[in-house]
């Protein structure tokens, strides 16, 4: 099938030159148009044909060679989220405790069990359903196109186009004729999940049709606690851009974690295997290996701690779950709980080791630490919810579901870190 004929994606090559034909116009003529930082638009994803506005940064979608010139029908990603939703009508309560005489820590559970089947049942999602020369077509969650909107312009008939920097998996690598991979470039790709994508800096020119809607790819980094809950049908960058130049590849933009010396994975992660915990301290910030973390804690170490544990939401998660555990479960455990990034596997003893992405709860870890103690929301399931950090249009079914995987979830054991002394 022939791919699409007003700006493609791209031809084997992804070298500097890129041929003419797979641009809607020609770079030259793109760069004398009239210069737009966003447009309004409807694309065949849009309900009820309302206007969405696409602005220069936005990652969007784009459909594979399959693609025909008019889609019938998009399958919507997720659940459209429910519309009685209200996350503004929360109220806080301050919790006081009994803190005089001796007190006593309860150990974090280590016995819990999550059933397999909160992963396994993981966002069970359809798949892109369109027409193609009067022939039905479909295409899988990771066969659709991501790309990132580097520039908007519009000629004097008001035809806009679009430059777009493209997102490509590990498959789409092995496919194109790239020069030369550096040693960094090939650890890394051995390193990409099936559902992971990784920007380069090649870039096409598109019409705006071509766009069927905002991507949902989530994109997170190594600098910054903004990873929400994943499933196995999401679609996800850990950032870094591949530079294509005339001799060779480079990885840009990618990280090194864990001890500057001494690290036994050679300073890289692979979201597939390895288990990362994050030093809140701010004069630390760095992510470690836990098999590069030798010094664990133990409940009577931190007893001898008292008021003096760091992080302090540590220490004010002890408090609630030895007084008030009935009332905050959930907040109790958050606030005990490291932030982590580790391979649902590695969560949940039992279930499937071919989910190969990073599982985390980090965003609302952080808003938990983040509260102001003794102030804490009167209902913590509602707060939960709210600040998952997952995309506006995710029902209140799956945030729910969210929920009930993480208060299943044992707390993991705790470390030392080795730059600061803080507790991760």
Same mark, same amino acid.
């Given at each position: 099938?022939?791919?699409?004929?007003?700006?493609?994606?791209?031809?084997?090559?992804?070298?500097?030159?890129?041929?003419?034909?797979?641009?809607?116009?020609?770079?030259?003529?793109?760069?004398?148009?009239?210069?737009?930082?966003?447009?309004?638009?409807?694309?065949?994803?849009?309900?009820?044909?309302?206007?969405?506005?696409?602005?220069?940064?936005?990652?969007?979608?784009?459909?594979?060679?399959?693609?025909?010139?008019?889609?019938?029908?998009?399958?919507?990603?997720?659940?459209?989220?429910?519309?009685?939703?209200?996350?503004?009508?929360?109220?806080?309560?301050?919790?006081?405790?009994?803190?005089?005489?001796?007190?006593?820590?309860?150990?974090?559970?280590?016995?819990?069990?999550?059933?397999?089947?909160?992963?396994?049942?993981?966002?069970?999602?359809?798949?892109?359903?369109?027409?193609?020369?009067?022939?039905?077509?479909?295409?899988?969650?990771?066969?659709?196109?991501?790309?990132?909107?580097?520039?908007?312009?519009?000629?004097?008939?008001?035809?806009?186009?679009?430059?777009?920097?493209?997102?490509?998996?590990?498959?789409?690598?092995?496919?194109?004729?790239?020069?030369?991979?550096?040693?960094?470039?090939?650890?890394?790709?051995?390193?990409?999940?099936?559902?992971?994508?990784?920007?380069?800096?090649?870039?096409?020119?598109?019409?705006?049709?071509?766009?069927?809607?905002?991507?949902?790819?989530?994109?997170?980094?190594?600098?910054?606690?903004? !990873?929400? $809950? #994943? &499933?196995?049908?999401? *679609?996800? /960058?850990?950032?870094?851009? %591949?530079?294509?130049?005339?001799?060779?590849?480079?990885?840009?933009?990618?990280?090194?974690?864990?001890?500057?010396?001494?690290?036994?994975?050679?300073?890289?992660?692979?979201?597939?295997?390895?288990?990362?915990?994050?030093?809140?301290?701010?004069?630390?910030?760095?992510?470690?290996?836990?098999?590069?973390?030798?010094?664990?804690?133990?409940?009577?170490?931190?007893?001898?701690?008292?008021?003096?544990?760091?992080?302090?939401?540590?220490?004010?998660?002890?408090?609630?779950?030895?007084?008030?555990?009935?009332?905050?479960?959930?907040?109790?455990?958050?606030?005990?709980?490291?932030?982590?990034?580790?391979?649902?596997?590695?969560?949940?003893?039992?279930?499937?080791?071919?989910? !190969?992405? $990073? #599982? &985390?709860?980090?965003? *609302?870890? /952080?808003?938990?630490?983040? %509260?102001?103690?003794?102030?804490?929301?009167?209902?913590?399931?509602?707060?939960?919810?709210?600040?998952?950090?997952?995309?506006?249009?995710?029902?209140?079914?799956?945030?729910?579901?969210?929920?009930?995987?993480?208060?299943?979830?044992?707390?993991?054991?705790?470390?030392?870190?080795?730059?600061?002394?803080?507790?991760?």
């Amino acid at each position: 099938m022939a791919p699409p004929k007003k700006g493609g994606r791209r031809l084997r090559s992804v070298l500097p030159e890129e041929p003419a034909q797979n641009h809607a116009v020609t770079p030259a003529a793109f760069d004398k148009l009239a210069i737009l930082d966003h447009v309004d638009v409807v694309t065949v994803m849009n309900a009820d044909e309302e206007m969405i506005q696409l602005k220069v940064g936005d990652i969007v979608l784009l459909l594979p060679a399959k693609d025909p010139e008019t889609p019938s029908q998009i399958v919507r990603r997720r659940p459209v989220a429910d519309t009685a939703q209200n996350w503004e009508d929360l109220t806080y309560a301050h919790v006081t405790v009994d803190t005089s005489g001796e007190m006593s820590f309860l150990a974090p559970s280590n016995t819990s069990q999550v059933p397999v089947d909160l992963l396994e049942s993981d966002d069970k999602v359809d798949e892109y359903k369109y027409m193609c020369g009067g022939q039905p077509v479909q295409a899988g969650y990771d066969e659709v196109w991501h790309a990132e909107i580097a520039a908007i312009r519009c000629d004097g008939a008001d035809q806009c186009y679009v430059k777009v920097l493209w997102y490509y998996s590990t498959h789409d690598l092995n496919g194109q004729d790239v020069p030369r991979k550096t040693g960094d470039l090939k650890r890394f790709q051995e390193t990409m999940g099936r559902m992971e994508r990784i920007k380069l800096d090649h870039f096409t020119i598109n019409e705006l049709e071509n766009v069927i809607a905002h991507s949902d790819l989530i994109q997170f980094s190594m600098t910054q606690l903004g !990873l929400i $809950p #994943l &499933s196995h049908s999401d *679609v996800w /960058s850990r950032g870094g851009t %591949l530079k294509c130049g005339a001799a060779r590849t480079d990885l840009e933009g990618v990280v090194k974690i864990c001890l500057e010396s001494g690290c036994a994975l050679n300073r890289e992660y692979n979201p597939g295997l390895h288990v990362i915990r994050f030093c809140s301290n701010v004069k630390c910030g760095h992510w470690y290996h836990t098999d590069c973390l030798s010094e664990k804690c133990q409940v009577e170490g931190l007893q001898a701690l008292g008021k003096q544990i760091q992080p302090r939401a540590l220490y004010h998660g002890l408090l609630l779950q030895e007084h008030h555990s009935q009332r905050y479960p959930l907040l109790a455990r958050l606030l005990m709980s490291p932030i982590q990034r580790a391979p649902p596997h590695m969560w949940i003893p039992g279930s499937a080791r071919h989910h !190969l992405y $990073p #599982l &985390s709860w980090e965003t *609302v870890i /952080s808003a938990a630490r983040g %509260l102001e103690w003794p102030t804490i929301p009167e209902k913590e399931q509602k707060w939960f919810m709210r600040n998952l950090g997952v995309p506006a249009g995710v029902s209140r079914q799956e945030r729910q579901r969210r929920m009930e995987q993480f208060s299943q979830l044992s707390i993991p054991a705790w470390y030392r870190c080795p730059g600061c002394g803080w507790i991760v």
